[in-house]
Structures are given as C-alpha cells and as structure tokens.
C-alpha cells in the first residue's frame, strides 16, 4: 500500500491558487478547513449547490478531498453538538470520511473544574462519535494543546472516550508550541489511536509562533514519519502550512514539501 500524501488549504487564503499549486505539486488528495479567510463556507449549512461547487473545483485537479477541519466547533458550547451533527452530515454529503476537530484547553481551569469540563467533552463527542459511525466517519481530535495536548494528555482522551469512531489528529508541532513536548515521545503507543496527521514545523520554545515550513524546523520528522509508517499508520499524511509571502514561494514551498514528506516514507 503506497502513503496517502495530501495537503490542507490551510497551506493558502486562495482557494483556487491552493488547489493548482497542490496538484502540480503532486497531490492528489487535500484536506478542506473550513476556517474564514480560507474557506468561508459555513460547514454547518452547506448548501447543495456549494457542495456541488467545491466537487467540481476539486475534480477539475484531479484532486481527492480525504478530511475536513470543522472549523470554530466548540463541543462545550450551547448547542455545540447539533453543530456536530449538522457539520458531520455535511462532511458525510461531501463524500469525506474523515472529520477533524479541535478538543477543550484547560487555561486556569481549577482540578475541579476541569474535570467537569471533560465529562461533559467526553459526553458528547461519544454522541457525535456514534453519528459518525452512523454516517461511516471518523471524528478525529486534533493535538491542539489541553485535553490532548501531549502523549500523556492523549492516551488519557482515548481511554476515557473509549470510541471507534473517535481517534487522533497527530499535530506534531502542536506538542512543541503548546505543551513544549516531544512529539516523538512514545509515539509508538500513539499510533493505534492516530486517524489523521497535520504536518507542519516549528521553531523555538513553547509558544513561540514560528511555523516554518517541515523540514526546515525542530520537529523530528526523521523519526516521526517513518514510525508512523512502521507502526501501521495507514492514513493520509497531510501537509498543514506551506508559508510564503506570494503565490509563487507558496507553490514552491508545496512542492518541496511533497517532496521532503514522500522522501521519509516508502516508495511510492
């Protein structure tokens, strides 16, 4: 089985650049954030005429959506997980079978607090995980700091949500920025609850907002990649950020990226 390679529009704000650069790049496949700014599209109220328009776009690449970031979901919210429901039956709509998300940082929260918080977080996204099945998705949580902010943090979110539908976005560079983790850190025992990947680079110590492009940052994707791979990882590798300040240093960093990302798994 050869790796799924893919790229998030979150690499470009220019939707229409992102999917020509992406492809001649060399991807196939892409991933769809839903963030304003990149895509404007509510994925909670798509209507079947902007499905139908992000299809065409996208089959006009040859290019294969593999996950959506629903961007701005807060679970914890009031009505949160009808906005699951409705962005998960859009994804489903879509033809996506993977469904990215964010889980709950823990901030000043007191022990107490916090643990409120996660029952109720671990209360409703099984519920959205049990719509997922329903619909044949999977919600995966991204490592976004928090509740699934490092290895520790993230084994624990798995052992209490306890879903099959419910798995991991592995950030690596999140463990850095956030938490000032190792991603690499029993990655092994991470693998099994992996669902998707979010590649990007980072510099310096926790919290300092430099994202270069992989490759070119602290985040050991020698080591990461090719044990995700070995372990049995057999989801979409997917490039998050591809900086540049033009359409044409955005295209470049793309293709160097797809080419550094292959290079660290099998052949292709």
Not at 179 to 206: C, M, N, W, Y
Request: some cysteine.
């Amino acid at each position: 089985m050869e790796p799924t390679l893919a790229a998030y529009n979150l690499c470009d704000q220019d939707f229409d650049a992102f999917l020509a650069n992406a492809a001649t790049a060399g991807f196939r496949h892409v991933a769809l954030g839903f963030f304003r700014g990149y895509l404007d599209h509510d994925l909670c109220s798509l209507t079947d005429h902007e499905v139908a328009a992000l299809q065409a776009k996208l089959a006009a690449h040859g290019l294969k959506p593999i996950a959506v970031f629903a961007g701005g979901l807060d679970l914890l919210a009031d009505g949160g997980l009808d906005n699951a429901y409705r962005a998960l039956e859009n994804t489903a709509r879509l033809g996506i079978a993977t469904f990215d998300m964010g889980s709950f940082a823990y901030g000043d929260l007191t022990p107490q607090e916090r643990a409120v918080r996660e029952g109720l977080f671990v209360d409703r996204v099984r519920r959205a995980g049990d719509r997922a099945g329903e619909l044949g998705l999977t919600i995966c949580l991204e490592t976004h700091g928090g509740f699934t902010g490092d290895t520790d943090a993230c084994l624990h979110a798995m052992e209490v949500i306890s879903h099959p539908h419910v798995k991991l976005a592995y950030d690596p560079a999140n463990f850095l920025f956030y938490e000032g983790r190792q991603p690499e850190d029993r990655l092994e025992s991470l693998v099994p609850f992996i669902g998707h990947t979010h590649l990007k680079d980072h510099l310096g110590a926790k919290g300092n907002p430099e994202f270069p492009l992989i490759g070119h940052g602290q985040t050991n994707y020698e080591v990461i990649l090719p044990t995700l791979w070995s372990g049995g990882y057999r989801g979409a590798y997917t490039l998050e950020r591809a900086p540049g300040e033009d359409n044409a240093a955005r295209a470049a960093a793309l293709a160097e990226a797809y080419e550094f990302i292959r290079r660290l798994l099998p052949d292709q």
